[in-house]
C-alpha cells in the first residue's frame, strides 16, 4: 500500500471547520483513500473512504485532488468530542487477495479548542 | 447491531507467561486482524484470518500467533511474554473488500 504523509498535529476552534491534509503522491490506481480516527485509548473508527469522487457523509466530507496525489478530511462544525488521532489510509480494495491489511503511519493529532 | 467485542480488556501478566486474547467479530463479517499499538511504534498490523486461514501476517516473531474458528471468532496468543509486548491488542473485522471496525482493545501489561 501507498504510504501517506500527514502533518503530525493540528488545532481547530470548536464549531470551525478542521480541514485535515493527507500527501499520498505514490498512490495507485486501484487504491482507495480511508481515513479513520483514534480517540484517546479506544479503537480506531472508520470515517469514510473515496477513490476519486469527493465524499460526504454524516461524519465528514472527503476531497480528492484531481491527480489523487492529495486528500482533505473536512469535519464541517468540529466538537470536542473531535479530539482525536486522524489517520489517512490508502489501500487496495478490490483484490481479494490482498486481504484487509491496513497501514496506519503516526496520524494527525487534532485539538479541538473551546 | 453488536460492534467487535475483545476480551479481556485489561490484563496484566508476568515475563515469560503466555496469554491469549480474543476477539468476537460483526456478524456476517469473515475477515479479523489483529493490530498492537505501542507509544514507541504506533498502530502495527499483525495478522489477518478469513475463514479460518490465515491471509496476510506482519513483522512480529513466531511468539506471536492467532486462529480463527468456523464462526469466525479469532484468538490471537504471545508465549514468552516480554516487558515489550504490553500494549494495546486491537481486533477489527470487515466483510471482504469492505472497511475495517475495531473493538475497544485489550490492554496488556507485562511486569
Known amino acids: 500500500d501507498a504510504k501517506t504523509t500527514q502533518p503530525p498535529s493540528m488545532d481547530c476552534a470548536e464549531g470551525r471547520a478542521a480541514n485535515l491534509p493527507c500527501n499520498h503522491s505514490?498512490?495507485?490506481?486501484?487504491?482507495?483513500v480511508y481515513w479513520y480516527r483514534q480517540i484517546h485509548s479506544q479503537g480506531p473508527q472508520y470515517i469514510i473512504h473515496?477513490?476519486?469522487n469527493n465524499e460526504t457523509n454524516e461524519m465528514a466530507s472527503l476531497i480528492i485532488t484531481e491527480d489523487r496525489k492529495s486528500s482533505t478530511l473536512i469535519l464541517p462544525h468540529a466538537t470536542l468530542r473531535d479530539t482525536a488521532v486522524y489517520y489517512c489510509?490508502?489501500?487496495?480494495?478490490?483484490?481479494?487477495?490482498?486481504?484487509?491489511?491496513?497501514?496506519f503511519g503516526g496520524g494527525t493529532r487534532l485539538m479541538v479548542k473551546p | 447491531k453488536a460492534g467487535v467485542t475483545q476480551t479481556p480488556r485489561y490484563l496484566i501478566k508476568t515475563r515469560g507467561q503466555q496469554v491469549t486474547l480474543s476477539c468476537s467479530p460483526i456478524?456476517?463479517?469473515?475477515?479479523v486482524s489483529w493490530y498492537q499499538q505501542t507509544p514507541g511504534q504506533g498502530l502495527q498490523f499483525l495478522f489477518e484470518?478469513?475463514?479460518?486461514?490465515?491471509?496476510n501476517k506482519g513483522n512480529f516473531p513466531g511468539r506471536f500467533s492467532g486462529r480463527q474458528f468456523s464462526n469466525s471468532r479469532s484468538e490471537m496468543n504471545v508465549s514468552t511474554l516480554e516487558l515489550g509486548d504490553s500494549a494495546l491488542y486491537l481486533c477489527?473485522?470487515?466483510?471482504?473488500?469492505?472497511?475495517?471496525?475495531f473493538g475497544q482493545g485489550t490492554r496488556l501489561t507485562v511486569v
Open positions: 477489527a473485522s470487515s466483510r471482504e473488500g469492505a472497511e475495517a471496525f
Open positions: 505514490t498512490i495507485s490506481g486501484n487504491e482507495y
Open positions: 473515496g477513490l476519486k
Open positions: 489510509i490508502v489501500r487496495v480494495v478490490w483484490n481479494n487477495n490482498a486481504g484487509n491489511m491496513l497501514t
Open positions: 456478524s456476517g463479517h469473515r475477515s
Open positions: 484470518y478469513f475463514s479460518e486461514t490465515q491471509r
